[in-house]
Every structure is written in structure tokens, then in C-alpha cells.
């Protein structure tokens, strides 16, 4: 990782299988730009992963998909030459930091979260029945972020209510045992809504409105066939409404060119929702082009992504070694 002046940049991702393309414009796009700028620290957050485990199942599914979030990002151009790129589980140092942090973490800050809140109802079950690991989400986050020693985190001006919980423990903490630490401040990315095929909702997996990255150019074709359009244009001869389609506004991102084209062609009539979906596959599978190339030859080479992966961990825990040292002796609990 090369120093460069504008700070140390930390982001996760959990690994919840095959990423799509509202995880490559929502983020990905700007994780790889950060890299021009900053000294990023790349992690995949498979303890988070564990803290809404309801069975081993689960677990087993969250070590899988490790291997392909770890695909995704690097076939989307994440670079281990430039980023430390790793499995947050590989460095166990964040284990101990997110311990140490939660004694100085009142358990009112947590309960407070809308976040876990959130959880918990979609979990459906109660503050009291969900596990102590989802109550402490928050304090392991920050031990992600101050245990590398990041000062920004690149966040949507949705979340930067998140990182203010992240601040305030860094701030009890530097309070309590002397300034250790720098607030990790928020990066403001433009992060824009990708509405997912049923042209509702966020393009997510859960919502199975997706198109993953790794999909093959006719999956994707198949996959947009079955994608919501107009509601009221109910057959070719009528008048489209571009501005409520969700195919019109994946052309924005993908057939950025042809805009004009689709805008008048569907509002005359003169361009059918077939084609229109058929020439929206082809924008995607032109840019994806590329990067499922990439994916494809380093999924064919397992060795090398666990080399990238190790070599990550290396570098991402020689600085939390340090970290710890550090905190230990601020607490009083250096080993003599
Ligand atoms: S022609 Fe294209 S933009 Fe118009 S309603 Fe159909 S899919 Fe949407």
C-alpha cells in the first residue's frame, strides 16, 4: 500500500454471495476510485456476517460466499497492490479491540441504534432474544475502523448517523485513557438508488430483484425479460412513460448514450419493452465485459486468491498488532 496524503480509508462489505450490480454502482464504482486518493483498507466482514446466525447452515453459507465477494471485488478492479484487501476474521486482533472497546461502551448507545432496532424486527424477535454479538454490531464496527488506524469511511448521507456512535466511543475512549485514536470522519459518496427488477424496490439479493456481476451475458437477457416496466403500458401500441421505468433508468448506467434514442422511441411507441430490455442486456453485457473476464480467470486460479487474500491479512495485521500494543498499555494490561 503506497502512503498517500488524503488519510487512511477503512469499508467492509458482508459476504452474502455473489455481489450484483447495485453493490458495483452503490459502491464497488467508488471503492476502486478511492484507491487513486487514499490508502484503503478493504474488508470482508464475515464476523458481522455470524451476528444474525440462526444455524450452522448459515455459517457454512457466509465462509462460501467469502471466496466470491472476494471475486467480485477484485474482478471490479480493487487492487491488492495499491488497497490491503482481507477477511476480517483473519486478523483476530479485531476480536480483542472489540472487546475492549465494549467496556467503554455504554449499553444504552447500543439499544439506541435505529439500526438494531431494524434488525431485530426483521429478524423478527425481541431486543432480549436476539444475541449479545448483534447488540455489540456497532462496537465491532468501530474496532474495524480504529484498529487500522483509518480516520475515513466513505458512506451514503443515509448512514452518517452510523458512523456518529463510531466518534463517540473513539471520544470516551481518548477521554478516558489519553488521545489513542482519531474520529473516524465520514466521506460523503454520491451513492446512487439502483431499484432493483420488480421496479419497486433497492436492488437486492434478499429482494431477488438482482443482477449479479458474475451472471452470464444470457442470464442476464433471461433475468431483464422478467423485469417490471411501465405499469400502464399495457400493450406496444401504447405511449410508454420512461420516468416511471426502472429498464429506462438501468440505461443511465449502461447505455448512457443511447438515452435520447429510448426516451423518444418509447414515448411514441416506436420501441417495444422487449427490445428495449434485449438492448439494455446488451449495454450490461458490454461493460460487464470486462470485469467477468477478470473474475473468470481468477476464479480459475483458487491459489491466487488466497495468496491475495493472505498477503492482505499479513499487511492488515501487522498494523493491528501495533494498535493493540498500544491500547494494552493504555488500559494497563500490557503483557510484561
Ligand atoms: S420501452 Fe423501455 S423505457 Fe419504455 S416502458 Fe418499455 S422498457 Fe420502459
Not at 176 to 198: C, N, Q, S, Y
Not at 256 to 261: A, C, F, V, W
Request: proline fraction near 5%; include cysteine; charged fraction near 25%.
Amino acid at each position: 500500500m503506497t502512503t498517500k496524503t488524503k488519510g487512511r480509508i477503512f469499508s467492509g462489505m458482508r459476504p452474502s454471495g455473489r455481489l450484483h450490480l447495485g453493490n458495483l454502482l452503490g459502491a464497488l464504482e467508488n471503492w476502486v476510485a478511492l484507491q487513486d486518493d487514499y490508502e484503503c483498507v478493504y474488508c470482508i466482514v464475515d464476523v458481522h456476517a455470524l451476528t444474525t446466525l440462526t444455524d450452522g447452515h448459515e455459517a457454512r453459507e457466509i465462509a462460501a460466499s467469502v471466496n466470491e465477494i472476494a471475486l467480485d471485488w477484485l474482478a471490479a478492479g480493487l487492487d491488492p497492490e495499491r488497497s490491503i484487501i482481507f477477511v476480517q476474521s483473519h486478523v483476530p486482533e479485531v476480536m480483542t479491540l472489540h472487546t475492549l472497546l465494549s467496556m467503554v461502551t455504554p449499553l444504552g448507545w447500543l439499544m439506541r441504534v435505529p439500526t438494531f432496532k431494524d434488525r431485530v424486527r426483521q429478524m423478527d424477535e425481541t431486543e432480549e432474544s436476539v444475541s449479545y454479538g448483534l447488540v455489540g454490531y456497532p462496537v465491532l464496527q468501530t474496532a474495524d475502523i480504529i484498529l487500522y488506524k483509518a480516520d475515513t469511511v466513505p458512506v451514503g448521507a443515509d448512514q452518517v448517523a452510523h458512523l456518529e456512535i463510531a466518534r463517540e466511543i473513539v471520544r470516551r475512549f481518548n477521554n478516558m485513557f489519553g488521545p489513542t485514536f482519531a474520529e473516524p470522519r465520514a466521506k460523503l459518496t454520491e451513492t446512487p438508488l439502483v431499484i432493483g427488477l420488480d421496479g419497486h424496490n433497492k436492488m437486492s439479493k434478499s429482494m431477488d430483484n438482482h443482477i449479479e456481476l458474475a451472471a452470464t451475458p444470457e442470464e442476464t437477457a433471461a433475468r431483464l425479460k422478467t423485469a417490471f416496466t411501465d405499469p400502464q403500458r399495457l400493450r406496444r401500441t401504447d405511449p410508454g412513460r420512461p420516468d416511471v421505468c426502472n429498464i429506462y433508468s438501468l440505461h443511465k448506467f449502461f447505455n448512457p448514450d443511447d438515452l435520447k434514442t429510448v426516451y423518444d422511441e418509447c414515448t411514441t411507441a416506436t420501441r417495444g419493452c422487449v427490445d428495449c430490455k434485449a438492448h439494455l442486456a446488451d449495454g450490461i453485457n458490454k461493460s460487464l465485459g470486462p470485469l467477468r473476464e477478470r473474475r473468470q480467470d481468477l476464479a480459475a486460479h483458487p491459489e491466487r486468491l488466497k495468496e491475495i487474500l493472505a498477503d492482505g491479512a499479513q499487511k492488515a495485521s501487522a498494523i493491528a498488532k501495533e494498535t493493540i500494543l498500544e491500547v494494552r498499555e493504555r488500559l494497563g494490561i500490557s503483557i510484561p
